[in-house]
Structures are given as C-alpha cells and as structure tokens.
C-alpha cells in the first residue's frame, strides 16, 4: 500500500514569515513528486514539481526533496494571507501515470 | 499545462436519481481520471477513462454505479447512478501531461 503523510495541521505563520510543509511517502520507487495547492471550495493547482534530491525554487516556493529518507517538503517564504489554503503532496512511481495523494495540510497566514 | 472544463460546477439531487458530469480538455490527452473528494478528505480514485475501451475501476468503485464514457482524447464523462446521500461529494476531473497531473474545476454535489 502506496501511503503519503501529510500533518493535517493548521499550521499558522504570521504574514512574512517562511511556511515549512512535510511530507513523507512510503514507496521507495517514487520518481515525482508534486505539491498542489487547493482553495477551499476549489479544485487543487499544480504550484511545483520535484524529481531529483536537492532543492527547487520557483518564486516564494521551494521544493526539498531527500529520497533517502523519503521526505519531501515545500517552503514558502514572505507568505501572505493569500497562500492560506491547503496543500497536498503527490507522489508517483517511475512509469506510472497516476499520483498518490496526501490528505493535505491547511495553512493559515494571519496578518 | 492543460485547460480543462468541468460541467456542473456543483448541483443538487434528489436521492435515486443520476447526474452525469462532463470534462472537456483543451487538448489531446491519453490519460484522464475521475476522483471523489469528500470534505476533510484527499483525493480518491475512482476510475481510469480509457479512450476505445471500458473505464478501469479502483477497489470499491463500479461501472453499474459510476459508468463513464471516453468517446475521444479530448472528452470524458462520469455518471453517479441511483444515488443516495453518501454520494455528496466533489468529482474531480483530472489529466495527465507531460507527467503532471492537472485538474478540473470539479462538480460539487449534494444528495438530498
């Protein structure tokens, strides 16, 4: 069974300060990993993509990615109340075409 | 990425009935996929929707309950067949490009 963890949350960050969510998978053939951010009400967005250990930044977001220890996480820095939402971790095995899906943490910025 | 077109947006059912939910995507795509989402909940597969063949259901979903159609690469739908309360919940549309996976803007339903 392909699990991916996610802590529920909330997790609240005051208005410019660095958000930091994790995630951890289960399966050790995992090659992709994505975080997805949903609105609530919305449907989610794909917000980055990681495929090799190391960091990705893109903007604000910074992907970290350590297969070792099959941690995956996504740093958003200078957030604003409108990165409150929840974000979900996907994570995908080489060669397949579908993601497992975290439960997803919801984040709260408050001014 | 892709643009997807999910229709309804949401509705509201009477128990017994059916509801068939419609994806349009911008493009050609080989995979899409069909997802429940209930409040508090990640995403749960329901289904691959095959173009040219029958859809591929995951454990504890069924065609009798959830048949979808795939009649080209650019299409899909899902029908939620005699439905009962426990079916209100987001269906979500998704698409697999270039190894991302993208969705629709859901179809929220409630049973009453």
């Known amino acids: 069974q392909k699990e991916v963890e996610q802590n529920s949350g909330p997790l609240s960050v005051p208005e410019g300060a660095i958000a930091s969510l994790n995630c951890t998978y289960s399966d050790r053939g995992s090659q992709s990993f994505f975080w997805y951010r949903q609105y609530s009400g919305k449907s989610p967005e794909l917000i980055m993509s990681i495929y090799s250990n190391g960091d990705k930044e893109d903007g604000r977001f910074t992907a970290q990615l350590n297969k070792a220890s099959q941690y995956v996480s996504l740093l958003i820095r200078d957030s604003q109340p409108s990165d409150s939402a929840t974000y979900l971790c996907?994570?995908?095995?080489?060669?397949?075409?579908?993601?497992?899906f975290g439960r997803g943490t919801s984040l709260i910025v408050h001014p | 990425s892709a643009v997807i077109s999910q229709k309804p947006s949401r509705d509201i059912c009477q128990r017994g009935t059916s509801l068939t939910i419609q994806c349009q995507v911008d493009s050609q795509v080989t995979m899409m996929f069909w997802y429940r989402q209930q409040p508090g909940q990640s995403l749960t597969l329901i289904a691959t929707?095959?173009?040219?063949?029958?859809?591929?259901?995951e454990s504890g979903f069924v065609i009798d309950k959830f048949p979808i159609s795939r009649p080209n690469l650019t299409f899909s739908t899902l029908t939620v067949s005699n439905m009962s309360p426990e079916d209100s919940s987001i269906y979500l549309c998704?698409?697999?490009?270039?190894?991302?996976?993208?969705f629709g803007q859901g179809t929220r339903l409630t049973v009453v």
């Open positions: 929707a095959n173009q040219g063949s029958e859809a591929t259901y």
């Open positions: 996907a994570v995908k095995a080489g060669g397949s075409y579908i993601p497992t």
């Open positions: 998704s698409v697999a490009k270039q190894n991302e996976a993208f």
